[in-house]
């Protein structure tokens, strides 16, 4: 009995220390982030949208984004596939942003390979070069969409954004996006849907929710007459792979002791110099116009 009661005294006085050493320490520490180099930056797609495609270049900054993001200029820009060779400019407006002509859209199962020349992104006096690649798969087509509400509980309810339509076959990989009223709501990497058609290989998708609207944001917020717009964009494995990275270092770890953050990839080379993707993609789109029924309302082919 006496060398019970000696543990459990003995237990209760390390519990003690250590809660008068854990609840004591107050001072700062301060830890130094060491410094890396410059980076090239590429932010860029193109797509079977005929539209004016368009490429970012910019710096990578340091850790505690104590200087600014800086764009790149004058650089020379080229999409190439077998058989063209597109040519990108700069946007008098808007400084290290190059655009295609608006004539301009990608072809499914072409290989696109991006190149930048004629930049100096370590201020060194040297001009560098850059490249990178991606292949359009090809588009899935939809039927139609739906919305259907749901109620999780008082204060999560919202409509959900159903697909409907035969999957193309093989294993594919999409990104979803929703637009109200021709605005695009899913306008960060953060907020993009991503899937892959585990289940659904060459089946048909019966109605399968991709998105949720939800009332609690105000830009989400359904009223009558309100066009909303399903974007289903048919990636590579290596983009879905990239999305998947950036989401996971965007987002807080949890629980806390998950893993160290790495390094998201990139399709750019040299690939100790640059970061960002360069993506090339199909994009398919389905309309519905909300009615404010509480049943699924179908969509019209458009």
Same mark, same amino acid.
């Given at each position: 009995?006496?060398?019970?009661?000696?543990?459990?005294?003995?237990?209760?006085?390390?519990?003690?220390?250590?809660?008068?050493?854990i609840?004591?320490?107050?001072?700062?520490?301060?830890l130094?982030?060491?410094?890396?180099?410059?980076?090239?930056?590429?932010?860029?797609?193109?797509?079977?949208?005929?539209?004016?495609?368009?490429?970012?270049?910019?710096?990578?900054?340091?850790?505690?984004?104590?200087?600014?993001?800086?764009y790149?200029?004058?650089?020379?820009?080229?999409?190439?596939?077998?058989?063209?060779?597109i040519?990108?400019?700069?946007?008098p407006?808007?400084?290290?942003?190059?655009l295609?002509?608006?004539?301009?859209?990608?072809?499914p199962?072409?290989?696109?390979k991006?190149?930048?020349?004629?930049?100096?992104v370590?201020?060194?006096?040297?001009k560098?070069?850059y490249?990178?690649?991606?292949?359009?798969?090809?588009?899935?087509?939809?039927?139609?969409?739906?919305?259907?509400y749901?109620?999780?509980?008082?204060?999560?309810?919202?409509?959900?954004?159903?697909?409907?339509?035969?999957?193309?076959?093989?294993?594919?990989?999409?990104?979803?996006?929703? %637009?109200?009223?021709?605005?695009?709501?899913?306008d960060s990497?953060?907020?993009?849907?991503?899937?892959?058609?585990a289940?659904?290989?060459?089946?048909?998708y #019966?109605?399968?929710?991709?998105?949720?609207?939800?009332?609690e944001?105000?830009?989400?917020?359904l009223?009558t007459?309100?066009?909303?717009?399903?974007?289903l964009?048919?990636?590579?494995e290596?983009?879905?792979?990239?999305?998947?990275?950036?989401?996971?270092?965007?987002? #807080?770890?949890?629980?806390?002791?998950?893993?160290p %953050?790495?390094?998201?990839?990139?399709?750019?080379?040299?690939?100790?110099?640059?970061?960002?993707?360069?993506a090339?993609y199909?994009?398919?789109?389905?309309?519905?116009?909300?009615?404010?029924k509480?049943?699924g309302?179908k969509?019209?082919?458009?």
């Amino acid at each position: 009995m006496k060398n019970i009661v000696k543990t459990i005294v003995g237990q209760l006085t390390v519990i003690s220390a250590l809660a008068l050493i854990i609840t004591s320490c107050t001072e700062d520490i301060v830890l130094p982030l060491q410094q890396t180099y410059v980076r090239l930056v590429v932010d860029g797609a193109i797509t079977t949208d005929t539209t004016a495609h368009k490429v970012i270049l910019s710096r990578s900054g340091d850790p505690l984004n104590q200087n600014p993001i800086t764009y790149i200029s004058n650089a020379k820009v080229f999409i190439t596939d077998n058989t063209d060779t597109i040519k990108l400019t700069e946007n008098p407006q808007k400084r290290g942003e190059y655009l295609t002509k608006p004539t301009v859209y990608g072809l499914p199962g072409h290989t696109y390979k991006l190149t930048v020349t004629d930049v100096d992104v370590n201020d060194d006096g040297i001009k560098e070069s850059y490249t990178a690649q991606s292949t359009i798969k090809k588009i899935n087509k939809v039927d139609s969409i739906t919305l259907m509400y749901m109620e999780y509980s008082p204060r999560m309810k919202g409509w959900l954004v159903n697909l409907w339509g035969w999957d193309i076959g093989g294993r594919n990989y999409y990104l979803t996006k929703v %637009s109200i009223n021709d605005t695009l709501r899913t306008d960060s990497i953060k907020e993009i849907g991503k899937a892959v058609n585990a289940g659904f290989d060459g089946k048909y998708y #019966p109605g399968l929710s991709v998105y949720y609207l939800s009332n609690e944001k105000l830009d989400e917020i359904l009223y009558t007459g309100a066009k909303v717009t399903l974007e289903l964009d048919g990636i590579t494995e290596d983009y879905y792979n990239f999305i998947d990275g950036f989401q996971q270092e965007y987002t #807080p770890k949890t629980p806390i002791f998950s893993g160290p %953050s790495a390094n998201v990839l990139t399709n750019i080379l040299p690939k100790d110099k640059a970061v960002g993707y360069f993506a090339a993609y199909s994009v398919e789109r389905k309309s519905v116009f909300f009615t404010g029924k509480r049943i699924g309302d179908k969509a019209s082919n458009k």
